[in-house]
């Protein structure tokens, strides 16, 4: 793998859009891009493991964590759980040279542009509103009420495309896996 030199690659988007998705099958292509992996206060989802999809804690633990100054970015994340990186692990790989790729929210993307402006910005859109949904609906892990959170959530998200540096459309994830790995500056050996 060659790449740019080590910069930090955010990849964000409206929930329900396939970010971990795109992001796996980025890591499944390319196994040393470096995903960092969130820390969050919500439980687990049905197969998620601590500390591969997400490092779930508790409030007290994140609220030690923002006091710290431990994390990157954090946000209150469809107005109910928090979600942040770590911002050790970030540092540690763009300072090896490492490519870095952080998959978050809107709110996180806008606090990482404010301290990494050097950052590549790149926004995941689905390619409708209602594929968005359907897919939303389809993953059948979030009841009713929390579908209805989600999407109206997305629908602000949606609205700010034009702050990222690059819009990749998930219309056919290999597709836009591609693009981004372009987007990134990695090709193959």
């Known amino acids: 793998m060659t790449?740019?030199?080590?910069?930090?690659?955010?990849?964000?988007?409206?929930?329900a859009v396939g970010k971990g998705t795109v992001s796996a099958d980025v890591r499944a292509r390319f196994p040393e891009v470096w995903l960092s992996v969130s820390?969050?206060?919500?439980?687990?989802?049905?197969?998620?493991?601590d500390g591969v999809h997400y490092h779930f804690v508790s409030s007290d633990e994140f609220d030690a964590m923002v006091a710290a100054g431990d994390l990157l970015e954090w946000a209150v994340v469809h107005g109910r759980n928090r979600y942040g990186t770590p911002r050790k692990p970030v540092e540690e790989r763009l300072a090896a040279g490492e490519p870095a790729l952080l998959e978050i929210d809107l709110q996180?993307?806008?606090q990482v542009r404010a301290t990494m402006p050097d950052a590549r910005f790149v926004f995941l859109a689905p390619p409708s509103f209602a594929e968005l949904e359907r897919r939303l609906v389809g993953r059948g892990t979030e009841d009713a009420e929390e579908r209805e959170r989600r999407?109206?959530?997305?629908?602000?998200?949606?609205?700010a495309e034009s702050e990222f540096d690059h819009v990749v459309v998930n219309d056919d994830v290999h597709r836009a896996t591609d693009?981004?790995?372009s987007i990134m500056g990695i090709t193959s050996r």
């Open 3 to 15: 790449t740019t030199p080590a910069r930090l690659t955010v990849l964000a988007g409206p929930t």
């Open 179 to 181: 693009e981004l790995i």
């Open 151 to 159: 999407l109206a959530t997305a629908r602000v998200e949606l609205a």
């Open 39 to 49: 820390a969050t206060t919500r439980s687990p989802r049905p197969g998620e493991t």
């Open 108 to 110: 996180g993307a806008r």
